[in-house]
Each structure stands twice: as C-alpha cells, then as structure tokens.
C-alpha cells in the first residue's frame, strides 16, 4: 500500500520528485497554472472557485479540503475578490510571497487586457445597431446572473435550520436598509460582523453555517497541503515579515499617488479614480455584486465618469471575459478617462487605457496585502468559532446586499428607453422575458454562464434586428 508522500508524488505535475527530498510543488508548475488560470477563469467568483477546487484539491492534491475552505473563509471575510485572493494566499502558501503576487497577478492581468480591448471596441462601435442588438441582449441575461448570485449565496448561507432565523433577519435588515434607507454598506458590514462575534459567545449553535460554503466532499486522498501538514516557516507569523509587506504596500500606494497628483492635481480625474477605487477596495465586503452598488453611486452618480446604461453593459462585458468580475471597474476607469481626456483629445485610448490600468492597481493592491499581511494569523485559526462567525453573519447580510442591486437591475430593464436614452414608463416585455428565461436556464438547469450570454446575445441581435425590441 502506497504512503501518503508516494501519493504526493504521484500527483499531477509532481512525478520524479526523489523520495528523500521535501515534496514541494515546482515554482514554474505552479506558473504554468496561474497563468492557464488566468484565462479560463469564467464563472464569477463561485466558478472561478469551482475551477480552483476541482484542480487543487480534487485533481492536482496540491492542498487538503480543510485547507482550502479555510483560506476561503478568510477570503470571503475581507473586502475585494474573494477568488483573486484565494488564488493569491494558496500561491503564497507553496511559494512564499513572490508565489502569492505571481498568483494573484496572473488571475487579474489577462482580464485586464482583454477588457481594454473591448472597451475600446464599445466606446468606438458601440452605437452599431449590431453591436447594440447584442448589448441588448446580455443586459438581461447580467440582471439573472445577480438573481443567481442572490439565490446561490442565499441557499448556501440561510438553509441551516438551527440558524435561518437570525440569519434571514440579518438578510431581510441590509437589504432594506441598503435598498430603502441607503445605508452604506461598510456599516452593514460592521454591524453583521458584531452580531455574528456576539453570536459567537452567546450563541453558538446559530453561528455554524462556515461562511456558506459547506464542507464539502472528503476522501479526495492526501494532499501536499494536507490538514495535519504544519504551516511553511515562512508563512508563521513574524513581526518583521508584517512590518515589511506594510511598508511596501504603503510605498505601492503613495508613489503612484504622489505622481498622478504632482503630475495632474488632486482634483483630477485619475487621482479621484485612485482615492475612489482605493476607498472601494477597503471598505466593501462581499465580492463583485456587493461593490457595485457603491462603485455605481461613486463612478456614476458623483464623479459621472459613465452613465447608468453604460454600467450595466460594463457588466456584462465583465461577465463574458476571465478573471475577477470586479474587473468591470476596469471598464469603468476606460469610459472615465475617454469622457474626462485626461491626456487630452488626441491620446483618447492611451489616456483611457492608462485609467484602465490605474484603477486596476488601486482596486486589487489592498488584496495582495490583506493576504501576505494576514495570512500568517489566519494559519492558526483552523476552526475557531470566533473567526468564522462573523463571516456567517457578514455573508447573510451580503445575500439583502446582493437582492437589492438584482431588484435595481430587473427595474433597469423592464423600462424601455427613448431615443435621448431618457426612461419612459412603457414596459420591456422582451427584456423582462429574456431575463426570466435565462434565470431558469442559470438556476433550474444549471446552464453554464457563457452560454446563457451568447444566447441572449443572439436574442437580443434577432429581436433588434426584427424590430421587436
């Protein structure tokens, strides 16, 4: 019978590893699998971890179940892309920090890329009837990927008989407290995250849902990272090592700060996008659909760096291409620096693509921090109630979060636009059944995201086309 290090070794990309030596994944293995990563993580962020899991956990056996929950968890708890950040703490966990900025670079580069291509392509030829016809034709099927989210989220998060009630109480709260009240969301945040470390101590039976994420399948067999395997030395905390990754996270931050303000002033438009996206990444919990509506009121209500419309087809671009789907603040920086020139209007692309780029780096910067900064004090936290409680709670509150910006989707669509682009009252049945029938296929049918889009794209060019929408 094999041993658990022959196992190992026998895992993919781990063959011919001698016996004697430390079984390690091979740094330009763990490359090649970043970079492939990169382009075929679609899904959202529940894909994107599906895809992780099934390769890291279930085929690869480069980290145990347990262990990959676990940096999930902690993932899911800090503001930003919950699966840039896994990809970002597992790379850093086999090879250090340069492992973790390899991993979590890759999971955001191609994205950004191929983004600024198609932003391009939207600002220049975005008015072609058939380019609108299949803009058209997505925006419902982004209103049913929300509606998806809230349902995928939700009955993960709020099916725990001993915790449902209190649970769907903080659900029902944010979502009128966002939605009707508007409330920021970080003191949604802040007040879930209390409830659930009282929950902790005082009731912890109500507490024990793990984020909403299950325990998933056991059995896979041993792991290079397996649950007994004790931490790397190089990922146990140290005083030093958190000094470090702070001072060169400040530094990342203040010199492209001081240089887009002395070069442009405070009160430009790339130095707002840096402060903006700089204060979203901090201050928003929840993954991509729990931003939007802060990047929304900031992006399009204060700064009107693009329109309403315009976020929403922003999305759907975010929702065809790889990588985080925050990266849709990539398209949001492209159209804001096209608007604003802010290298004036004979370097309109480079000015927008520069935007681009800017909001990209201020956007994820903090993540890579949280993760070579925290990582270490969420090693020895395996299993502490106190740790995973106000995740719970933080995570129900997220499902209103996420309900309320499905309901402002669904009401976008359902209201036909004039020729200006003002609302007018008439109902888009067409939408509204585009919409519906791609829920069904997301939730019903468990039709891949793709190609629920391309469909509705084609539906949305045939009814353009036919004169039927």
Request: aromatic fraction near 12%.
């Amino acid at each position: 019978m094999s041993t658990p290090v022959q196992d190992a070794q026998n895992a993919p990309g781990l063959q011919n590893v001698p016996t004697s030596a430390p079984v390690t994944v091979p740094f330009m293995e763990a490359l090649k699998f970043w970079l492939r990563l990169g382009f075929i993580s679609f899904g959202g962020p529940a894909g994107q971890i599906a895809i992780m899991h099934r390769e890291l956990v279930e085929q690869k056996r480069w980290i145990s179940e347990q262990r990959f929950l676990h940096a999930l968890n902690y993932c899911m708890l800090l503001p930003g892309p919950e699966a840039q950040q896994l990809a970002t703490y597992i790379g850093w966990l086999m090879h250090r920090s340069l492992g973790g900025v390899v991993a979590g670079a890759l999971f955001v580069l191609p994205s950004l890329f191929i983004l600024i291509g198609l932003s391009w392509v939207y600002v220049s030829f975005g008015g072609v009837p058939w380019v609108a016809g299949l803009l058209y034709g997505i925006k419902p099927a982004v209103a049913a990927l929300v509606v998806q989210a809230v349902h995928r989220v939700g009955s993960k998060t709020l099916k725990n008989p001993a915790s449902a009630p209190i649970l769907w109480m903080i659900a029902a709260s944010s979502f009128v407290a966002i939605y009707f009240l508007n409330v920021p969301f970080p003191i949604i945040v802040f007040i879930a995250a209390a409830i659930g470390w009282l929950g902790s101590r005082y009731a912890p039976k109500q507490f024990l849902v793990g984020g909403g994420h299950g325990a998933g399948k056991a059995g896979y067999g041993p792991a290079l990272i397996d649950d007994n395997t004790p931490t790397p030395s190089h990922a146990l905390f140290s005083r030093s090592h958190l000094v470090k990754v702070l001072v060169v996270g400040a530094a990342l931050w203040l010199v492209p700060m001081a240089v887009l303000v002395a070069s442009q002033g405070w009160g430009s438009a790339l130095a707002q996008m840096g402060w903006f996206f700089t204060k979203a990444a901090l201050l928003t919990f929840g993954g991509a659909y729990a931003v939007l509506p802060y990047v929304y009121q900031g992006a399009v209500e204060q700064f009107a760096w693009l329109t309403g419309p315009q976020m929403i087809d922003g999305l759907a671009l975010g929702e065809t291409t790889p990588g985080p789907l925050i990266m849709v603040v990539a398209f949001v920086g492209y159209l804001g620096g096209w608007a604003k020139q802010v290298l004036g209007p004979d370097s309109l692309f480079l000015g927008a693509s520069l935007a681009a780029t800017v909001v990209t780096w201020f956007t994820f910067l903090p993540s890579f921090i949280f993760i070579l900064a925290g990582g270490p004090l969420v090693e020895s936290t395996h299993g502490k109630l106190q740790f995973t409680a106000p995740l719970t709670a933080i995570t129900a509150a997220v499902v209103g979060v996420i309900a309320s910006l499905a309901l402002f989707f669904i009401a976008h669509i359902a209201s036909k636009t004039g020729g200006n682009g003002s609302f007018v009252s008439q109902i888009d049945w067409a939408a509204l059944l585009l919409a519906l029938a791609a829920g069904v296929a997301l939730i019903r049918f468990k039709v891949g995201v793709i190609p629920v889009i391309a469909a509705c794209a084609v539906a949305g060019l045939l009814l353009r086309l036919g004169g039927l929408a």
